[in-house]
């Protein structure tokens, strides 16, 4: 669709606390874009918030953009999965884990997958306690026109008023002598998101959790998995590297205040 249009992002709007938006379709040159936040801007008396995402390969609409007043924060990539050609008894000789058997980090780690609706509160509080402080580095984070206090509190609620209420979302984390490890959420098509405690990183633990979440969706029929991720994050493009994605859909994203 070529016309260029603003669509409601009610959880971003909840998490900035300020409406939020995301611009849709093809952008032509600046001043259409121009025209579609002066608009905007004449409706609203508060401040407000746009997002816009533009494939790798559209180099000029990035261009446009940014002269209409966006800001470029990042580029993401989606890193994928084939199932089909990993079935389990492969996977659990090939995708091994950073730890033999008889090691005691082997012996005292368990693992565990359930719908959502299912996690335990004291589990459920744990996840959030570390989404709030292990996403320090995600894009709003590195926009300097985002306060630090909103950066810092929105993947914690996005977990918890989000994630937390779908039904449809799994949860697959390891507990470590009795505190939790890390955690993957995903669905029947994503890896949504993912989070390692701080006392656990470096150490395999990620790796270890994603296989043991790959495991998990082909026992319940996923053919393929996908996830999105910062080209800057260089742990998660060589852990994803390592477990055999495939890297497709390079994508810009840009970001617009109103009070800027």
């Known amino acids: 669709m ?32 121009e025209s579609i936040l002066e608009k905007k801007h004449t409706q609203l008396v508060e401040n407000f918030f746009v997002q816009l995402k533009v494939n790798a390969e559209k180099i000029n609409e990035v261009i446009f953009a940014q002269h209409a007043g966006f800001r470029l924060i990042e580029m993401s990539i989606s890193p994928h999965l084939d199932l089909n050609k990993v079935n389990s008894r492969i ?24 719908g959502v609706e299912h ?15 292990t996403f320090n580095a ?50 029947q098509t994503d890896i949504i998101l993912n989070g390692l405690s701080e006392n656990y990183k470096g150490k395999g633990f990620g790796k270890a959790l994603h296989i043991q979440t790959i495991l998990d969706a082909m026992d319940r029929g996923l053919k393929e998995i996908k996830t999105n991720i ?31």
Not at 8 to 14: M, Q
Not at 145 to 173: H, P, Q
């Open 2 to 33: 070529s016309e260029l249009y603003l669509i409601d992002i009610p959880w971003e709007t909840r998490n900035l606390g300020m409406p939020a938006y995301q611009l849709q379709g093809t952008i032509k040159n600046h001043k259409v874009v």
């Open 91 to 114: 996977a659990r000789n090939s995708f091994k884990t950073p730890y033999s058997q008889e090691s005691s980090l082997s012996k005292n780690t368990e693992n565990y997958c359930c």
């Open 119 to 133: 996690l335990q509160d004291s589990i459920k509080k744990a996840i959030i306690d570390i989404s709030k402080k």
């Open 138 to 187: 995600d894009r709003f984070h590195m926009d300097p026109n985002c306060m630090k206090s909103i950066a810092d509190k929105r993947m914690g609620l996005w977990v918890e008023l989000d994630l937390f209420k779908n039904n449809k979302n799994y949860c697959t984390y390891s507990i470590f002598n009795n505190s939790l490890v890390g955690y993957v959420i995903w669905n």
């Open 230 to 260: 910062s080209v800057n994050n260089l742990p998660a493009l060589n852990l994803y590297s390592k477990l055999d994605f495939s890297f497709r859909e390079p994508k810009y994203f840009l970001h617009y205040w109103s009070r800027i």
